[in-house]
């Protein structure tokens, strides 16, 4: 058995299995909480016990370890992704969602437009317009089953939108997708033609599968003109209550006004238990996230399989990243509402609704797959059930509607 096979009940208000939370969003508690983009997993061991060790010294006085930190994660990337980083282009936040807020407030004017690739990860909508900034959609295409971005309509966007930044997910949530290298430069020819910076959420980077291989804007970035998001591990070793974010911004006159302006509001104090813990990830994790890793990959497979088999009615985007699964529910025909029911009501499933993601994907659904493989298979088991159900009924209904007549 594996150690991602095992769960440990624990006294918790973990937001994703919150009564509170659930009956407010989906109207009942009794739900597979299977939306919020977290894991049930125990972290790596090596991150526990650099936390209990500093747990057991019992003294919390100040201690500034930042510059061992952004070694640690620079360190990483160099190994994990090939990927050669310069300490000093670090700056630090409190997390991703904020370090992107300031990014969009400080390069960008009240009316300007933030370029997104829709279906994309909702927060994203909220920072943009919370600053009274403008969203611009680029959607993206399916072709031959799998997503991809449309270049056409980019450069468009580009030309005529006044867009001043863009918003890029990378890997994407919620459609999976790891950008291509040639994907990546395409990308960033058309940001430099038009003048449009990119903040690249690489907050999955490491969620990546044996078909893929990540590709950061950093790698491409010939200009030094475009900031990452790259260093919080919240995504990759389960830390999600307790990272930083890190922002790596490698132009020196953006990283100054970025420095200032962090540091003015004392944005840049992190939590000492969220930096050793992010230094025990980096350097002592991994192991177990390999092990993740391809136990994901095999819960991928047996949800591919059994779609295929024994759900043809809905459409699986197979993911290349990230641990969450997009799924097309269109092909049943149902309203947004009813599908809505079908899926809480009768399969007993929280899962995040794709209308979350863009207005237009009502039909689609998010699940987060960072579960044991039995939670996954009892989830959808009832989500095959509570169809087939639906179908008999439907068909019960044709039968009597063909034997009734009227005189």
């Not at 790596?248 to 953006?254: C, G, K």
């Not at 497979?301 to 290349?320: D, H, R």
């Amino acid at each position: 058995m594996s150690l991602f096979d095992q769960t440990q009940a624990v006294e918790n208000h973990f937001a994703k299995s919150n009564p509170n939370y659930l009956e407010s969003m989906f109207g009942r508690t009794d739900l597979a909480p299977l939306w919020i983009a977290d894991m049930e997993f125990k972290i790596a061991a090596p991150i526990s016990e650099e936390l209990k060790r500093l747990v057991d010294r019992g003294v919390y006085s100040y201690e500034f370890i930042e510059k061992d930190v952004v070694q640690a994660i620079s360190d990483w990337n160099l190994k994990r992704h090939q990927l050669q980083l310069d300490t000093s282009s670090f700056l630090q936040v409190p997390g991703v969602l904020t370090g992107i807020s300031i990014l969009v407030r400080e390069l960008s004017q009240e009316g300007d437009g933030v370029l997104v690739q829709t279906p994309v990860y909702h927060q994203f909508f909220k920072l943009i317009k919370s600053a009274n900034r403008t969203v611009v959609e680029n959607p993206l295409k399916i072709q031959d089953g799998k997503y991809f971005i449309d270049f056409e309509d980019l450069e468009q966007k580009f030309k005529s939108e006044k867009v001043k930044l863009m918003i890029l997910c990378n890997p994407h949530n919620p459609v999976g997708r790891v950008w291509t290298k040639e994907e990546m430069m395409q990308l960033n020819h058309l940001a430099n033609q038009y003048g449009v910076t990119i903040i690249s959420d690489e907050i999955h980077s490491d969620i990546t599968f044996s078909t893929s291989k990540f590709n950061s804007i950093a790698s491409v970035d010939t200009l030094q003109k475009h900031i990452a998001v790259i260093g919080s591990p919240a995504k990759t070793f389960g830390m999600h209550s307790i990272s930083n974010g890190y922002l790596y911004v490698p132009n020196e006159d953006v990283r100054q006004q970025l420095k200032s302006i962090i540091g003015g509001m004392y944005l840049d104090h992190g939590n000492i238990l969220s930096a050793y813990g992010t230094i025990a990830a980096y350097t002592k994790g991994e192991a177990w996230l390999n092990e993740l890793l391809g136990y994901l990959e095999q819960s991928n497979q047996w949800i591919k399989e059994f779609v295929s088999n024994e759900l043809p009615a809905v459409t699986l985007f197979q993911p290349e990243g990230t641990y969450q699964i997009w799924l097309d529910f269109s092909s049943l025909k149902l309203s947004d509402e009813i599908l809505q029911h079908l899926v809480v009501d009768k399969a007993k499933l929280a899962l995040t609704p794709g209308n979350w993601f863009g207005e237009q994907h009502g039909q689609f659904m998010r699940m987060n797959i960072a579960s044991p493989l039995a939670t996954l298979q009892d989830a959808f088991y009832r989500l095959k059930k509570a169809i087939d159900e639906r179908d008999q009924l439907t068909e019960l209904k044709k039968e009597a509607s063909k034997g009734c007549c009227s005189c």
